[in-house]
Every structure is written in structure tokens, then in C-alpha cells.
């Protein structure tokens, strides 16, 4: 009996333990990096693959990032961003000769 108590014990951490969702994850949001804007200096336009809640809407899901490492600006490379809203000193200045994108600053990339 103590046996089969024992395995089952074993069988329950196990299950638990073999979660796929790694909780790290949870915070990052799957996006593509189009390329380099016209607008807004070196910064790349990045879109993600499903509507983002607490940004600005855009129909296009697409955004001018501030804050995103060399490394990451390939185009069409697909990368897990954490983000928020920019803070007012790092709003980018931008030019209107393309789409005025809402911008975001990337705290965190993979």
C-alpha cells in the first residue's frame, strides 16, 4: 500500500512539474519585425500577431519601437517582446511622411 501511495505522490509532481506554459512567458507577446520606418530615425516598425491590450489601437497592429536591441532589427525576424507605454521624454519625434504609428518601448526581447 505505502507502495502505490508513493507512486502516485511520484505521478502528481510529475504532471505538475511537466507544465508546458513557462510562467516567464506569460508576460511576452509574439510580434514580427517588418523593417525600418520612414518616419521616426532608425526605428523599426514591429507588428504583432494578435491586438495588444492597454496600446493604442491601429487596425494594423503595427508600431515604432523605441528601445529595441541591433541584434533584433532583421527584417522579418519573429521575436517575443515585453513592452509598455513610452513615458513622455521618450516619445521619438517623427516626420509625416509615412503612417503615424503609435510607438512602444520594448523592455524585454527574445
Do not use: H, W
Not at 17 to 27: V, Y
Not at 45 to 59: M, R, S, Y
Amino acid at each position: 500500500m505505502k507502495n502505490l501511495i508513493f507512486l502516485l505522490v511520484s505521478l502528481s509532481f510529475l504532471v505538475i512539474s511537466c507544465d508546458k506554459n513557462n510562467p516567464d512567458d506569460s508576460t511576452y507577446v509574439k510580434a514580427t519585425v517588418l523593417g525600418k520606418g520612414l518616419d521616426c530615425g532608425n526605428s523599426f516598425l514591429i507588428k504583432f500577431d494578435e491586438a495588444v491590450t492597454g496600446l493604442p489601437q491601429n487596425a494594423e497592429n503595427t508600431f515604432y519601437e523605441i528601445n529595441l536591441p541591433e541584434d533584433y532589427k532583421v527584417e522579418g525576424k519573429e521575436i517575443m517582446v515585453e513592452f509598455r507605454v513610452p513615458e513622455p521624454d521618450e516619445i521619438m519625434v517623427c516626420t509625416t511622411m509615412g503612417i503615424a504609428y503609435p510607438q512602444i518601448f520594448i523592455t524585454k526581447v527574445k
